[in-house]
């Protein structure tokens, strides 16, 4: 079995899936593959644009936009920043809180059809000295095409539930 298995066994041929990677495991250093990828869409990306109220032509009208990209539509940072946070829900799913987003940068434009992958990595790591239940976790993600290529970039500072702490166990997931 691995370190970090994806189900736990409760009772005789039964097992539960787990609930993100627990606090007491994560250490400075660690690289977490987050998958599977996702492939973006300029279709979904207009969609979610007008979902989020924001009409700037380079969101919305794809001719407007391949101008304005070169050529290719580029698609909406905030959608991109955004569903790199999600892609990592899997590994960080007990989170209490976002406390800090920093350094967003984004290298590359994200494009109709590109598929990318998130990958983060665990820098730092301390229990909360006001919540003991819970500690702290400082993580760099990157966002990556299916290529190699670097698209996205960001340090996030997330409040986590401790090993077996949290509501967690009480509605239960393990």
Not at 9 to 26: C, N
Not at 82 to 111: C, I, K, Q, S, Y
Not at 118 to 123: D, K, M, N, P, V
Request: a neutral charge.
């Amino acid at each position: 079995m691995t370190r970090f298995p994806s189900h736990v066994a409760i009772g005789p041929d039964e097992y539960v899936e787990t609930l993100g990677i627990e606090f007491d495991d994560f250490a400075p250093g660690m690289i977490i593959e987050h998958r599977p990828g996702f492939t973006f869409s300029w279709a979904e990306a207009r969609y979610r644009a007008a979902l989020a109220g924001d009409h700037a032509p380079v969101l919305v009208d794809r001719a407007f936009a391949e101008i304005a990209g070169g050529g290719a539509a580029a698609l909406s940072p905030a959608w991109v920043v955004g569903a790199f946070a999600a892609a990592t829900t899997r590994a960080f799913g007990r989170v209490v809180a976002n406390l800090a987003w920093r350094d967003v940068t984004f290298a590359n434009p994200v494009r109709d059809g590109d598929t990318v992958f998130a990958e983060s990595e665990i820098l730092a790591k301390r229990d909360s000295r006001s919540r003991p239940d819970q500690g702290i976790l400082t993580v760099r993600t990157r966002g990556i095409c299916r290529g190699g290529g670097e698209v996205c970039r960001y340090e996030r500072t997330l409040l986590v539930y401790r090993s077996a702490g949290g509501p967690h166990r009480a509605a239960g997931y393990v």
